[in-house]
């Protein structure tokens, strides 16, 4: 009688206990300008190719690695915020021709589905918005030096994701034959707590 109450109990704090050790391994980070960079390079000239950035942009990532399908990630970018070495071409990157940043003040990524790809990769499907324009995009990213116990604010691994857009899709098309159509964008940063 002793054993069955004993195994009784230990199958009611399991019930308990499963909920919990199932979501432990879930996280929710931050990734963003204050402690990463997100650049873009825009055509496939090797002579006219423009590069730049942006200095405000913010995100959040959901990942949950015992059920990868339950992990996303939204980005959010100022696209007003675009920083390049020249201002007159920062101007014009930020004009009517390419972001029209003063109209569509915000370029934003919302992911569909993820997947992990080995230890350190995932792919990431979702949806890029530009321009007021919504189409799917692809990421590869690569995290490294992951630390699953940093506390809340310090690092919890270094992120790398890679990108390709084609800017005729957003109503980017000034200078295509001079520039090229596609647009790669590369994200640089700490993911914390």
């Known amino acids: ?7 009784a109990c230990a199958t009611s ?13 879930a996280v929710d980070l931050n990734i963003g300008s204050p402690r990463g960079t997100l650049t873009f390079g825009i055509g496939d000239s090797a002579l006219f190719r423009i590069t730049g950035g942006f200095d405000s942009w913010h995100g959040t990532a959901h990942v949950d690695e015992d059920h990868p399908e339950r992990s996303t990630v939204d980005v959010t970018v100022d696209a007003q ?18 972001f029209n940043a003063s109209i569509y003040p915000e370029l934003a990524f919302h992911s569909d589905h993820m997947f992990r790809t080995s230890d350190t990769e995932w792919e ?11 189409r799917p995009m692809t990421f590869e990213v690569t995290v490294h ?4 116990g940093a506390a809340p604010g310090e690092r919890y691994a270094r992120l ?7 800017r005729s899709q957003f109503g980017m098309d000034r200078y295509i034959d001079l520039l090229g159509d596609p647009v790669t964008i590369t994200i640089d940063s700490d993911a914390w707590r």
């Open 1 to 7: 009688m002793h054993s069955i109450r004993l195994l």
């Open 13 to 25: 704090l399991a019930a308990v206990l499963a909920p919990v050790q199932a979501g432990a391994t």
């Open 81 to 98: 915020s675009v920083s390049m070495a020249d201002r007159e071409e920062a101007a014009t990157v930020r004009g009517p021709e390419f």
């Open 124 to 134: 990431v499907d979702g949806q890029m918005t530009l321009r007021g324009v919504t």
């Open 145 to 148: 030096d992951r630390n699953m």
């Open 160 to 166: 790398e994701a890679h990108g390709t857009l084609q």
